[in-house]
């Protein structure tokens, strides 16, 4: 190879230019140079001149202050605020292009790297070439492809200045000294008719970028890989780029010399020289001969050894990363801020991300600032650079005043505090977050605070804070509270904390399962909750006519309406009656896909949308109906008692004497009766069969009934009873088993000692208490488990009925039979703060040995069955209690379940993997997430990390939280909380007419299908149909069906089909009923309950004459709902 083409060999070319044989590498060289220097000084002066602005701007504005201090408004402020918000927008614009969160970003990340790479290719060809040469530019194809590739470097380097926020830090970085020195010799080259093979090998440094790119491909998720990746592509590219400088000045000579002292080296010839050297092997066979090349060589030797021999890139990428996390946040015009602190690590900041950027919420304009003591590791930097257009990490304390004012705290829109929720002691764990809590507010009192705490008992601490207000948004999402309530609330309605766990989580619908209960469960998992004003058009409507009108034309949800945002007086009426009438500015919750789909309701028009069928073509029309206001994103708080009967302030009620009295039917202006209730099945039991009173043998003698005085807390929205110790509600196992009233119960397994931290079992007991339930429909609870663990906890249970203790251990059998497992309405499987284990594995031993331990057990008198050799056709059920004269009417009507894999159960798991132990007949892959397995699915399993959503719910709509908080605590108010904070326990007594109108309000019940007002919608009816008769004859709001998994097509088979169900969130109006679903819905306080109370009268009737009650129909002789064999 030589430096240039001789004056014979230029003649030889015949290219027309005598000159072709001088050196022009002085042209290429300057023109990167210039663009370099050039930029620089522009952007310095630039800078200088927007302070010098901004300063002149901030003296105009302390000069337009009157003598009281207003502000007066200046038209040049306003003109420079709108251009701000023009330039964050464009930049805003440029960084969605360049990053790798949406597709466009990561085709544009994904292309210029590999494009980088072609150049780096061309340059290698090339390098066989002389170092200056001339060229056709319309013959020569490899320079027009590196000619494209350029001009898309350049448009890419754009994008990146402008998004970038630190303009002479982005001019001055290697990525952009990379297109100084090979973009412009390029366009040169054009001008000159040769091209320079100069600095081109520079390409290679993009090398580096591979990681980043696998990276925002998800190819590298651990630690290890993405520091091996780093490790080799810096060893690799500090090779390339070595051995492409030696090449150049080797090739080209010294300029001193007159380029006279060249060396014919290719650049492989190059690299192997980089090799040697850097192994220090050092063979001699070739060598530097250059003044330039062995200077570099000089300072290369020292360089490489130091670097590679003791991993130097990490520990400069360690030292250099202090100071990136170390700054101050600059907040972007236009746009807000919230800050994340507490408990930062990779899953629960990746969970928190996850449900607060998705897809399906409306543009959010809002940047995260992750704020923790220490530094991230390599997975949460992996995390961030995949969101860095709206994420920024800080490092810091929150608890320092100073670092909060790096952060911008007092600009932040609002603070969430994370909480570890496996942590080994959470009364600590919470006291640290109430601290955090403390520093917030002392540093800005006004900020938004939404926390993280895991007892329910430590909230009553934040109300100690004088600045702690949660009428102005301020919240805390108790862990144990919610965990508790849903398990609570899936004893009343089996399924129905699955379904309220995906509305409130962020999740699309899933595609590709082949099974048909999977694709009905997933597109249900689809459902959230949004809020929305009502269209105008609703005006004057009862809220059945909108609930009918918005599911059968907007295919739409509705399931509660609020009214007067900006009052503090507002009310949420969930499901209210024909009595409520919609008022201009209504805001509905509704349950649908996507934020889009509920702007439906806001747009919909009765004039222009009326004959319209497809939901897509209803939009903003421009008719005088039409909506004319703004639409707000943020609402403000909702403060809710959740009394659905209450007179609701902007709520319009037909006749308002009505209120608190039976339902008038408004149907088309016919007011003709009153709503009539088909005859609920409440888990396996018409409400006239629930026990009427107290528990086993009378323990504790609560034993109050309807027809006695109502005990109620001072909030009335709990049954009270009387303080009981307690020994006097110990039962003993012999005790236990001879006493037939433990019939339709509920049974918890508890673990732990007296040394095991509180698991809140009043969070549990309060939903299945709450006073819009009827004394005799309140199941008894029978707690298994260490008496001296669950007395830490009795002084919060000890004044609701029907509460009972057996000293004993859920692991034991003889146990579990006293208190009739098999009979009760649900076994509640729930775990202990038990995080000492290394294992997080075996986090979850008690409870999965637990239940496999109820599946495994019979209930049978005899064992013949077991030893039958087709152990298909065993029964899933047993016959009919026989009646007895000591037993109560109940009793004989009700079936318990044959073998314990048919006992209703729900299991409380800390890790997440381990729900594939419970189920060994599913297919679940390990790695599959946990709302996509059947356990979860079918409501019989349930982790504490399905609350991770709830934050970011929380912050978008806090109105959404209340509503779903009233659904499962069973109406725990903030003067509940108050009272509970005086340490003195739940006060109540007889009712008083204050308090028993707050009974008045909606419950969650399951109505069944194979029988009573509805079995004609059974096997092959519309869902659609039995909503809008539920709704509009009943008052009864279905939001889903509870179906079993198996539903053989025929009835010849050899299988006997599983007993499990799956939930199925808000189906379409065209899906299909079957006789054994189970509906979810929403019903009155006092639904049904008429005829109970006619039949409970004549009972007892018969039983003062000494009458013989007569047998139950046949029709009623069921067993539990959820173990309804539909091959019986």
Known sequence: MMKNLTEEECEETNCGKPDCYETYWWYFLCSSLGVFISGIVVIALVQVIAQCIANRQEQAADGNRNVKGVMVADPKTATSEESMNWGTEVKDWAAGLISAQTTIGKVLVVAYFLMSMGSYFFYLVDSYKP?????????????????????????YFILRFVANQEKLWCWVSIASIVDFFTIPPIFVSIVLGRTWIGLRFLRALRLMQLSEVLQFLRVLKTSNAIKVTNMLTVFLTVMLTAAGVIHLVENSGDPWENFSNTQDLSYFTCLYVVVVTMSTVGYGDIYAQTTCGRCFMTFFIFGGLAIFASYTPEIIEIISSRNIYGGVYTKEGGKKHIVVCGHITYDSVSNFLKDFLHKDREDVNVEIVIFHTVEPDLELQALFKRYFTQLEFFKGSVLNSLDLDRIKLAEADACIILCDKYCTD???????????????????????????????????????????????????????????????????????STIMANLFAMRSNSEGSNDLWQTDYLNGCGNEMYTEYLSRSFTGMTFPEVTRLCFDKLKLLLIAVETNVDSETSTIAINPGPHVKIQDQTLGFFIADSALEVKRAFYYCRSCHGDIREVAQIKQCSCDNANKRRRNTYHR?????????????????TNQSEVGESIPLEENGNSSGTLTFPDLKTNGMSQHQSSNGSSPSNKGQDTNSESDEILLDTTGMFHWTPSRPIHSTVVKREEAAKDPSLNGHVVVCLFGDKDTPKVGLRNFVMPLRASNFHYHELKPIVFIGNLEFISHEWDMLKNFPKVYILNGSPLNRADLR???????????????????????SLQDKETILASLNIKAMTFDDTVSILQDKTPDFMPSVLPPIPSSPHQPQFARERCGSMVGANVPMITELVNDNNVQFLDQDDDDDPDTELYMTQPYACGTAFAVSVLDSLMSATYFNDNALTLIRTLITGGATPELEQILAEGRG???????????????????????????????????????DLFVEAIKNYGMLCFGLYRFRDNPPT??????????????????????????????????????NQQKTKKKKKRSKRNKEGEKPPPPPQDMMYHHHQHLNPMA
């Open 637 to 653: 708080r909702i403060f809710s008692r959740a009394s659905i009967r209450t007179p609701v302030k902007g709520l319009k009620y």
């Open 426 to 496: 959470s009364d600590a764990e919470d006291a640290a977050n109430i601290m955090r809590v403390i520093s917030i507010k002392n540093c800005c009192a006004r900020i938004r605070v939404i926390v993280q705490l895991m007892q329910y008992h430590n909230k009553a601490y934040l109300l100690n804070i004088p600045s702690w207000n949660w009428q102005q948004g301020d919240d805390v999402i108790c862990v144990a509270e919610l965990k508790l309530g849903f398990i609570a609330q899936s004893c009343l309605a089996p399924g129905f």
């Open 1051 to 1088: 009835a010849d088979i050899t299988e006997t089909p599983s007993a499990k169900r799956y939930v199925i969130t808000n189906p379409p109006y065209e899906f299909v009923l079957k006789s054994t679903d189970l509906v979810f819905c929403l019903v009155h306080f006092d639904g049904g």
């Open 986 to 1024: 739940m006060l109540g007594g007889p009712a008083s007419p204050e308090t028993i109108a707050n009974r008045d309000r909606c419950r969650v019940a399951q109505l069944p299908l194979y029988e009573g007002s509805f079995a004609t919608y059974a096997d092959g009816g519309m869902y659609g």
């Open 131 to 155: 170092v200056e040469w001339c060229f056709d530019l319309k013959e020569d194809r490899l320079f027009q492809t590196d000619l494209a590739f350029n001009i898309f470097f350049l448009l």
């Open 818 to 840: 006293a208190v009739n497992v098999h009979l009760c309405d649900m076994c509640v499987i729930l775990s202990t703060n038990n995080f000492s284990v290394e294992d997080q």
